[in-house]
């Protein structure tokens, strides 16, 4: 488990921001850790991606895969 003592960081109790910056031209985005299913929401840069449209998410495993050219961009 991750904590974050940043308040910044933590939006409420039980809620944290991840954020990834990757500079490899990857289209797997390893989180390391569990997530809770449908509790994600994924960006790029401003803009919020569509689950099963841009990306997909293994939550056991806690991998995202991008895969919309824009995403992928």
């Known amino acids: 488990m991750y ?3 940043n308040a910044n960081n933590s939006i409420d109790q039980h809620e944290f921001v991840i954020i990834v910056k990757n500079s490899a031209s990857t289209s797997t985005i390893p989180l ?3 997530i809770v299913d ?3 929401t994924v960006r790029l840069g401003s803009q ?3 689950k ?3 990306y997909t998410i ?3 495993s ?3 895969n991008l895969i919309s050219e824009e ?3």
């Open 32 to 34: 390391g850790f569990m």
């Open 38 to 40: 449908g509790s994600e």
């Open 48 to 50: 919020i991606l569509q």
């Open 71 to 73: 995403a992928l961009d």
């Open 52 to 54: 099963d449209m841009d």
């Open 62 to 64: 806690g991998t995202i």
């Open 3 to 5: 904590f974050d003592t």
């Open 58 to 60: 293994d939550y056991f």
